[in-house]
């Protein structure tokens, strides 16, 4: 194995340098080079952001700089990563493995399929550990360095959390995991990609304090790529900005979120949602004419009770709580709180693929939770769902073109014309026709839910619910998706149930919002009163989580503070 890279004691010593990194992609891929001629540092103990939309080659940045690229594609001659001067490019295999987890590691996206499921927790952060200093540490040692890594990242009930599985924990507390993983080596570079992008802002706030926490207290350096400038005023010492591959500009925060010199970083800082709702300079929208009540949801009630093993005391989780709430024709109310709070069992209880336990769900003055048969497919033609992960629900061995006839078709619509509704809703979201015999796997991600919502509008419903159907996107495609659902709003007459844990998309897109905190309804107001004056104490929490809430709120002060 071999010996531990020494980092630099130097204030201007790179800790990280990469220089003229190329990345060839395999030929039958839409362009030549994943990354193109990019260069940059990260010092000790500083915060470098990468930015950029999805495909602008931040990943295969990250991946290449731990020797983790696909096959069929390769760093091209010229390019060099070099971690405190020692030249990264070329190892072979066994020394790469020595060097991650030890000198350099990782914190993933997705933390549920980073992580084990078959092994508990404390087994895991051991294995880290035992991959390096070749099971020398005793065991009970090692427990004692575990149990005290989970909790310096917060984490309650240690010993607990030891003898844990990832499926037992929330998406916040294995992100957590996942950073105590790659801390327990003491590295001294830390690359995390998009490790906050799923999490509500609660949870995205305290992920994103203990990165910084953590930063300081061990002077490492950190490489944290995003696509969301919130995130990048919270915690960037300096921003890198890329796209399709290529660099298009660097400096401190300050610089680049006061004075950007190029367009394309202006674009990417405009697309953050909510900012001009939030910080109370946009225009305010006209109130609108009080319409009847399309959707009525009354004294709504479920429990769940689950067992923990065998002989396990019983959970009780209390996921609506006499929930009240009315959306009136042509509006869009937003349902916001942390996860946890009820937001997608509300969703599903309104679509009856969960039942509520008590309560009414009327649509147009009929009693939902009545219907069944006949009725309940009627119903279910009038109220459609987008849902967060459109890989998920789009079936990846159909082609996108007969997932979205399949609704019309099966109400009676011939073959002939659902192909050309189909064609139609198709080019309306933005995407060709042509496409029609693709699969999901062909698409991005932004597309994907495009066609997602085309299939949901194949069937002209009166209520379009859209369950965190923007939250995996990056901020550009976000705001197109979001621009596309306002005009298809218009332009179908649609009522929308928009559910997010992301107050910044609830600003830009609400005409009302609802607030939940642990099943229950703690503020219910117009957008501007929401953002403007809460009166609930838990909102305001929300709010002040929000990432880059200080900076969007008061541009001006960003260059003093970002630099100071």
Same mark, same amino acid.
């Given at each position: 194995?071999?010996?531990?890279?020494?980092?630099?004691?130097?204030?201007d010593?790179?800790?990280?340098?990469?220089?003229?990194?190329?990345?060839?992609l395999?030929?039958a891929?839409?362009?030549?080079?994943?990354?193109?001629?990019?260069?940059?540092?990260?010092?000790?103990?500083?915060?470098?952001?990468?930015?950029?939309?999805?495909?602008?080659?931040?990943?295969?940045?990250?991946?290449?700089?731990?020797?983790?690229?696909?096959?069929?594609?390769r760093?091209?001659?010229?390019?060099?990563?070099?971690?405190?001067?020692?030249?990264?490019?070329?190892?072979?295999?066994?020394?790469?493995?020595a060097?991650?987890?030890?000198?350099?590691a990782?914190i993933?996206?997705?933390?549920?399929?980073?992580?084990?499921?078959?092994q508990?927790?404390?087994r895991?952060l051991?294995e880290?550990v035992?991959?390096?200093?070749?099971?020398?540490?005793?065991?009970c040692?090692?427990?004692a360095?575990?149990?005290?890594?989970?909790?310096?990242?917060?984490?309650?009930?240690?010993?607990?959390?030891?003898?844990?599985?990832?499926?037992q924990?929330?998406?916040?507390?294995?992100?957590?995991?996942?950073?105590?993983m790659?801390?327990?080596?003491?590295?001294?570079?830390?690359?995390a990609?998009?490790p906050?992008?799923?999490l509500?802002?609660?949870?995205?706030?305290?992920?994103?304090?203990?990165v910084?926490?953590l930063?300081?207290?061990?002077?490492?350096?950190?490489?944290?790529?995003?696509?969301?400038?919130g995130v990048v005023?919270?915690?960037?010492?300096r921003? $890198?900005?890329?796209?399709?591959?290529?660099?298009?500009?660097?400096?401190?925060r300050?610089?680049?979120?006061?004075?950007?010199?190029?367009?394309?970083?202006?674009?990417?800082?405009?697309?953050?949602?909510?900012?001009?709702?939030?910080?109370?300079?946009?225009?305010?929208?006209?109130?609108?004419?009080a319409?009847?009540?399309v959707?009525e949801?009354?004294?709504?009630?479920?429990?769940f009770?689950?067992?923990?093993?065998?002989?396990?005391?019983?959970?009780v989780?209390?996921?609506a709580?006499? $929930?009240?709430?009315?959306?009136?024709a042509?509006?869009?109310?937003?349902?916001?709180?942390?996860?946890?709070?009820?937001?997608?069992?509300l969703?599903?209880?309104?679509?009856?693929?969960?039942?509520?336990?008590?309560?009414a769900?009327?649509?147009a003055?009929?009693?939902?939770?009545?219907?069944s048969g006949?009725?309940?497919r009627?119903?279910?033609?009038?109220?459609? $769902?987008?849902?967060?992960?459109?890989?998920?629900?789009l079936?990846?061995?159909?082609?996108?073109?007969?997932?979205?006839?399949?609704?019309?078709?099966?109400?009676?619509?011939?073959h002939t014309d659902?192909?050309?509704?189909?064609?139609?809703?198709?080019?309306r979201?933005?995407l060709?026709?042509?496409?029609?015999?693709?699969?999901?796997?062909?698409f991005?991600?932004?597309?994907?839910q495009?066609?997602?919502?085309?299939?949901?509008l194949?069937?002209?419903?009166?209520?379009?619910i859209?369950?965190e159907a923007v939250?995996a996107?990056?901020?550009?495609?976000?705001?197109?998706v979001?621009a596309?659902?306002?005009?298809?709003?218009?332009e179908?007459?649609?009522t929308?149930l928009f559910?997010?844990?992301?107050?910044?998309?609830?600003?830009e897109?609400?005409?009302?919002?609802v607030?939940?905190?642990?099943?229950?309804?703690?503020?219910?107001?117009?957008?501007?009163?929401i953002?403007?004056a809460?009166?609930?104490?838990?909102?305001?929490?929300?709010?002040?989580?929000?990432p880059?809430k200080?900076?969007f709120?008061?541009?001006g002060?960003?260059?003093?503070?970002?630099?100071?």
């Amino acid at each position: 194995m071999m010996n531990s890279i020494t980092l630099p004691s130097l204030q201007d010593a790179a800790l990280l340098a990469v220089r003229n990194l190329s990345i060839a992609l395999p030929s039958a891929a839409d362009r030549d080079r994943a990354v193109d001629d990019l260069s940059f540092e990260v010092r000790e103990g500083e915060i470098v952001c990468l930015v950029g939309e999805s495909g602008s080659g931040k990943s295969m940045t990250a991946h290449s700089i731990l020797g983790l690229l696909p096959r069929g594609v390769r760093t091209l001659a010229g390019s060099s990563v070099c971690l405190a001067g020692k030249q990264l490019i070329g190892l072979d295999d066994a020394r790469m493995r020595a060097l991650r987890g030890r000198d350099i590691a990782m914190i993933f996206q997705d933390p549920m399929s980073a992580l084990n499921p078959l092994q508990t927790i404390g087994r895991q952060l051991a294995e880290a550990v035992w991959l390096h200093d070749g099971g020398r540490s005793p065991a009970c040692e090692l427990d004692a360095r575990c149990i005290a890594m989970i909790g310096s990242v917060g984490l309650p009930a240690p010993q607990q959390i030891m003898r844990s599985y990832p499926f037992q924990l929330s998406g916040g507390q294995r992100q957590r995991v996942m950073i105590a993983m790659a801390l327990i080596n003491r590295p001294g570079l830390l690359i995390a990609d998009e490790p906050t992008t799923a999490l509500d802002v609660t949870t995205q706030r305290q992920i994103l304090d203990l990165v910084r926490d953590l930063q300081l207290e061990r002077r490492m350096g950190v490489l944290f790529i995003t696509h969301d400038f919130g995130v990048v005023a919270d915690i960037a010492d300096r921003v $890198i900005v890329m796209r399709q591959g290529r660099l298009v500009e660097q400096g401190t925060r300050g610089q680049i979120l006061t004075q950007p010199a190029e367009p394309y970083t202006r674009q990417l800082i405009d697309a953050v949602p909510g900012r001009r709702a939030v910080a109370g300079t946009g225009a305010q929208p006209a109130p609108r004419r009080a319409t009847p009540p399309v959707l009525e949801v009354a004294g709504l009630h479920k429990t769940f009770v689950s067992r923990s093993g065998w002989f396990g005391p019983a959970r009780v989780v209390v996921a609506a709580n006499n $929930i009240n709430f009315v959306v009136r024709a042509g509006e869009t109310v937003s349902i916001v709180g942390e996860s946890g709070s009820g937001k997608t069992t509300l969703g599903r209880m309104i679509m009856r693929l969960t039942e509520p336990d008590a309560g009414a769900i009327k649509l147009a003055g009929s009693d939902v939770l009545r219907a069944s048969g006949a009725q309940l497919r009627a119903y279910r033609r009038q109220v459609q $769902i987008v849902f967060q992960d459109p890989f998920a629900s789009l079936n990846p061995r159909q082609p996108i073109g007969d997932a979205i006839m399949r609704g019309p078709v099966a109400f009676g619509t011939s073959h002939t014309d659902a192909r050309a509704l189909t064609a139609r809703l198709l080019e309306r979201v933005g995407l060709d026709a042509a496409a029609m015999p693709r699969y999901p796997h062909e698409f991005s991600g932004g597309q994907r839910q495009r066609i997602a919502i085309a299939r949901a509008l194949a069937l002209q419903p009166r209520v379009l619910i859209a369950d965190e159907a923007v939250s995996a996107l990056d901020v550009s495609v976000q705001a197109q998706v979001l621009a596309l659902l306002e005009e298809l709003k218009t332009e179908f007459g649609l009522t929308m149930l928009f559910i997010t844990h992301d107050l910044r998309v609830a600003a830009e897109i609400s005409d009302r919002v609802v607030v939940l905190q642990r099943g229950q309804v703690v503020e219910e107001g117009s957008s501007a009163q929401i953002f403007g004056a809460p009166r609930h104490a838990y909102t305001r929490q929300l709010l002040d989580a929000m990432p880059g809430k200080d900076i969007f709120e008061h541009p001006g002060s960003t260059a003093q503070s970002a630099c100071g």
